[in-house]
């Protein structure tokens, strides 16, 4: 009986893990978080520092952004917001520091997001992968013959 619940309880978290992966947007990885960190900082440096304007540095970030794969969830939408600032500073509706601080806020949101979602994926992943060698552990032990003693 435990061993069935126990193989029913790995195929569902299986499962629901697969299922999650293909009906939504892969979260990032820590990995791919930290590298779009330490980039964003890079050319915050190289704003700071004269060697890029503002939005040449905004530019290069979102190339970067968009050369992720899989693709980071609402970059789709944190691009169209980007656009549509353009076109209110084109229209004189903004003020270009009216924008930059629209823009800086949103993606400062979206990247603080990717993050915990790259945090819970990962912390997901590895509360897995226990609860699957706990799984294989109790297995095999099912699996060793009982140590009796002839006679009793």
């Given at each position: 009986m435990t061993r069935l619940w126990s193989v029913g309880l790995a195929g569902w978290l299986l499962a629901g893990g697969l299922i999650g992966c293909a009906t939504g947007a892969m979260p990032p990885s820590e990995t791919t978080m930290?590298?779009?960190?330490?980039?964003?900082?890079q050319l915050d440096s190289r704003v700071a520092s004269g060697h890029l304007t503002r939005p040449q540095a905004r530019?290069?970030?979102?190339t970067k952004l968009g050369e992720i794969r899989p693709p980071l969830p609402g970059l789709n939408e944190?691009?169209?917001f980007r656009k549509q600032v353009?076109?209110?500073v084109?229209?004189?509706t903004l003020t270009p520091e009216q924008a930059e601080a629209q823009l800086a806020a949103r993606e400062s949101e979206m990247l603080a997001r990717?993050?915990?979602m790259a945090a819970k994926y990962a912390r997901d992943q590895r509360?897995?992968?226990q609860l699957k060698r706990e799984q294989e552990r109790g297995f095999q032990q099912e699996q060793q013959?009982?140590?009796?003693?002839?006679?009793?």
């Open positions: 930290s590298i779009v960190r330490a980039y964003q900082n530019e290069l970030l979102y944190l691009s169209e353009t076109a209110q084109e229209a004189q990717w993050e915990e509360n897995f992968e013959p009982m140590n009796r003693f002839p006679g009793r």
